[in-house]
């Protein structure tokens, strides 16, 4: 570039060269130059902005293969909830989307920092040309109307005749060179407004435009980097409580956010290719838009670059405009002083003349410093770091957010299907009573069961009630071996003394009779009926129906067989 004042980033020449494919031509490549209003400049931004769009449909087809194997041949997995690899590879890809979100909400901010600059420059150089436009007007009503009107009355009066003639003749020729001086000061001023109409560009429509659709770019990105968030937060709540539920949902989800990160990707590198080519050389596309305008091209490239020696194009205007000015103010000096003596009444008129005169030259100045190079020229840079600074800046770190916010919803939707699948649902236990019959439901182990059961029952017999505490510690498989069995009488008159000797026979206990047909124990006064039988027709497990008889109960212990190697008196 030819401007000393501006340089492109880094950034800007790296997007810059990208290569412009042109399908159409069989992917030959094209030329970068800023150009939008070409059809090829145009297909070569969209083939960059299409390949993210691309990759989407590519993933939904590797998406739509892995569930179809899944569904086909993994439909009984192994190893279920045993998924900590799954889980901290969940984690680990929410930690990395949730920070790629933070840097996008950071771009989102600088982009819109630049974007504000923007718009601020826009405006401010029309403000600029609004006030030249204005002090111009100005100028030229005053000169034109006011000052001629009052040169005019004033010629009326100096054509009073009066003793002297050479000073009359000498007033009226000062006063009609005054008018001359002041007509030709307003041409000159008025063609510095009728070069400056030439810019045919409404920039207060511009920014006005730029602010409002920048207000929606911000806002659509906050909510998309808010469901994004949201998202991942789903994940997280689902690895924590392990969730087939919420993965799931998660996994939908992260479906739709995926179409979402992809497409928009395209758009965003569609508009930052676009950006940098625009930054790379601004000064030649604003001079091939300006070619075929009346503006002249040196008033473009003044503005543009604004070199210290450089040449305003409106500086002849305004010097001349400021020449018959001095020679209108040194004339109005030399009608005060013949006036005075001869036309008294005519000293009003030039004390008005001489107001407005000073009024003109001090708006004159004021255009010819808002003419000046310096104050649009400031806007001009303004306006472009704003956009190939900040903008291009906050664009890029949106991009890192989008494509990695894309890898990571594609590994989490095919991690958290993978964990989804290992998972099990967790069975629902409902709440009973304690006094239930059929309480409680045997699930693995029933010794444990049995003992609530016998517990709680307070009528039937101790023997059958009061289970060992060691017999309760044993193993789920003793557990479900053990019998409640009476065995023969087998002991001799001297042991059965003796055994009556070493322990205290118990009360009688009342004959228990089991009925096999209804599973039930009936207690001989019929106090109580006491089921036996499960909710399946049979009886508790571990449980073997016995009759046990009151009065061998005395001389014979009972004892309970666990397994075939332990054995336990009463």
């Given at each position: 570039m030819e401007n000393n004042n501006y340089t492109a980033t880094w950034l800007a020449e790296w997007f810059h060269d990208w290569p412009r494919i042109?399908?159409?031509q069989g992917f030959q490549e094209s030329n970068s130059t800023f150009f939008p209003d070409s059809y090829d400049y145009l297909e070569a931004l969209t083939f960059w902005a299409a390949l993210p769009v691309a990759w989407l449909f590519l993933s939904f087809v590797l998406f739509l293969i892995y569930f179809c194997c899944w569904c086909c041949c993994c439909r009984n997995p192994k190893g279920k909830r045993k998924i900590p690899g799954h889980k901290c590879m969940l984690v680990f890809c929410t930690v990395v989307c949730l920070g790629a979100i933070g840097v996008g909400l950071y771009g989102n901010q600088v982009m819109t920092d630049g974007v504000k600059d923007f718009a601020g420059a826009a405006e401010?150089?029309?403000?600029?040309?609004?006030?030249?436009?204005?002090?111009?007007?100005?100028?030229?009503?005053?000169?034109?109307?006011?000052?001629?009107?009052?040169?005019?009355?004033?010629?009326?009066?100096?054509?009073?005749?009066?003793?002297?003639?050479?000073?009359?003749?000498?007033l009226l020729q000062v006063t009609a060179d005054m008018i001359k001086e002041v007509e030709q000061a307003a041409n000159s001023v008025v063609k510095v407004k009728q070069d400056l109409d030439k810019i045919d560009v409404d920039l207060a429509e511009i920014s006005d435009m730029t602010?409002?659709?920048?207000?929606?770019?911000?806002?659509?990105?906050?909510?998309?980097?808010?469901?994004?968030?949201?998202?991942?937060?789903?994940?997280?709540?689902?690895?924590?409580?392990?969730?087939?539920?919420?993965?799931?949902?998660?996994?939908?989800?992260?479906?739709?956010?995926?179409?979402?990160?992809?497409?928009?990707?395209?758009?965003?590198?569609?508009?930052?290719?676009?950006i940098s080519d625009f930054c790379v050389t601004p000064d030649i596309y604003i001079l091939d838009q300006t070619a075929d305008k009346p503006l002249d091209e040196d008033v473009m490239k003044y503005y543009l670059y604004c070199y210290p020696d450089s040449y305003s194009p409106f500086e002849e205007s305004l010097v001349n405009g400021q020449i018959n000015l001095d020679?209108?103010?040194?004339?109005?000096?030399?009608?005060?002083?013949w006036s005075n003596p001869y036309y008294p009444t005519a000293m009003s008129k030039i004390h008005v003349?001489?107001?407005?005169?000073?009024?003109?030259?001090?708006?004159?100045?004021?255009?010819?410093?808002?003419?000046?190079?310096?104050?649009?020229?400031?806007?001009?840079?303004?306006?472009l770091n704003g956009l190939c600074y900040e903008v291009l800046n906050g664009l890029t770190f949106l991009l890192l957010c989008t494509g990695v916010?894309?890898?990571?919803?594609?590994?989490?939707?095919?991690?958290?299907?993978?964990?989804?699948?290992?998972l099990v649902n967790k069975k629902d236990y409902y709440k009973v009573e304690k006094t239930d019959p059929y309480f409680p439901k045997p699930q693995e182990s029933s010794a444990p069961y049995l003992e609530a059961y016998y517990s709680t029952n307070t009528t039937m017999p101790a023997i059958l009630r009061s289970p060992d505490p060691e017999i309760s510690s044993q193993s789920s498989a003793d557990r479900r071996s053990a019998e409640i069995i009476s065995r023969p009488n087998r002991f001799t008159d001297s042991q059965i003394h003796h055994h009556h000797h070493q322990q205290p026979p118990p009360p009688p206990q009342p004959q228990l009779q089991y009925h096999q047909h209804h599973g039930?124990?009936?207690?001989?006064?019929?106090?109580?009926?006491?089921?036996?039988?499960?909710?399946?027709?049979?009886?508790?497990?571990?449980?073997h129906p016995v009759t046990v008889d009151h009065e061998q109960e005395a001389s014979i212990p009972l004892r309970l067989h666990y397994g075939s190697s332990r054995q336990t008196d009463f």
């Amino acid at each position: 570039m030819e401007n000393n004042n501006y340089t492109a980033t880094w950034l800007a020449e790296w997007f810059h060269d990208w290569p412009r494919i042109l399908i159409s031509q069989g992917f030959q490549e094209s030329n970068s130059t800023f150009f939008p209003d070409s059809y090829d400049y145009l297909e070569a931004l969209t083939f960059w902005a299409a390949l993210p769009v691309a990759w989407l449909f590519l993933s939904f087809v590797l998406f739509l293969i892995y569930f179809c194997c899944w569904c086909c041949c993994c439909r009984n997995p192994k190893g279920k909830r045993k998924i900590p690899g799954h889980k901290c590879m969940l984690v680990f890809c929410t930690v990395v989307c949730l920070g790629a979100i933070g840097v996008g909400l950071y771009g989102n901010q600088v982009m819109t920092d630049g974007v504000k600059d923007f718009a601020g420059a826009a405006e401010d150089a029309n403000n600029t040309l609004v006030d030249v436009e204005t002090q111009v007007t100005i100028i030229d009503r005053t000169l034109s109307d006011d000052l001629t009107q009052s040169l005019e009355d004033l010629q009326g009066i100096y054509e009073t005749p009066i003793s002297n003639e050479t000073v009359q003749e000498k007033l009226l020729q000062v006063t009609a060179d005054m008018i001359k001086e002041v007509e030709q000061a307003a041409n000159s001023v008025v063609k510095v407004k009728q070069d400056l109409d030439k810019i045919d560009v409404d920039l207060a429509e511009i920014s006005d435009m730029t602010e409002h659709y920048e207000f929606l770019r911000w806002l659509i990105t906050i909510i998309v980097l808010g469901w994004e968030v949201i998202v991942c937060v789903l994940v997280f709540i689902g690895v924590c409580k392990t969730s087939r539920c919420i993965l799931f949902m998660a996994a939908v989800l992260g479906l739709v956010t995926l179409i979402i990160c992809w497409t928009t990707l395209g758009a965003k590198l569609f508009l930052a290719l676009a950006i940098s080519d625009f930054c790379v050389t601004p000064d030649i596309y604003i001079l091939d838009q300006t070619a075929d305008k009346p503006l002249d091209e040196d008033v473009m490239k003044y503005y543009l670059y604004c070199y210290p020696d450089s040449y305003s194009p409106f500086e002849e205007s305004l010097v001349n405009g400021q020449i018959n000015l001095d020679m209108a103010q040194a004339n109005l000096k030399k009608l005060n002083k013949w006036s005075n003596p001869y036309y008294p009444t005519a000293m009003s008129k030039i004390h008005v003349i001489d107001r407005d005169l000073n009024q003109t030259e001090a708006a004159l100045q004021e255009v010819t410093s808002l003419v000046a190079c310096e104050v649009l020229h400031d806007d001009y840079m303004q306006a472009l770091n704003g956009l190939c600074y900040e903008v291009l800046n906050g664009l890029t770190f949106l991009l890192l957010c989008t494509g990695v916010c894309g890898v990571m919803f594609s590994v989490l939707i095919l991690v958290g299907s993978c964990a989804w699948r290992k998972l099990v649902n967790k069975k629902d236990y409902y709440k009973v009573e304690k006094t239930d019959p059929y309480f409680p439901k045997p699930q693995e182990s029933s010794a444990p069961y049995l003992e609530a059961y016998y517990s709680t029952n307070t009528t039937m017999p101790a023997i059958l009630r009061s289970p060992d505490p060691e017999i309760s510690s044993q193993s789920s498989a003793d557990r479900r071996s053990a019998e409640i069995i009476s065995r023969p009488n087998r002991f001799t008159d001297s042991q059965i003394h003796h055994h009556h000797h070493q322990q205290p026979p118990p009360p009688p206990q009342p004959q228990l009779q089991y009925h096999q047909h209804h599973g039930q124990i009936h207690m001989p006064n019929g106090e109580q009926s006491l089921p036996l039988m499960g909710p399946r027709g049979s009886p508790p497990p571990a449980y073997h129906p016995v009759t046990v008889d009151h009065e061998q109960e005395a001389s014979i212990p009972l004892r309970l067989h666990y397994g075939s190697s332990r054995q336990t008196d009463f």
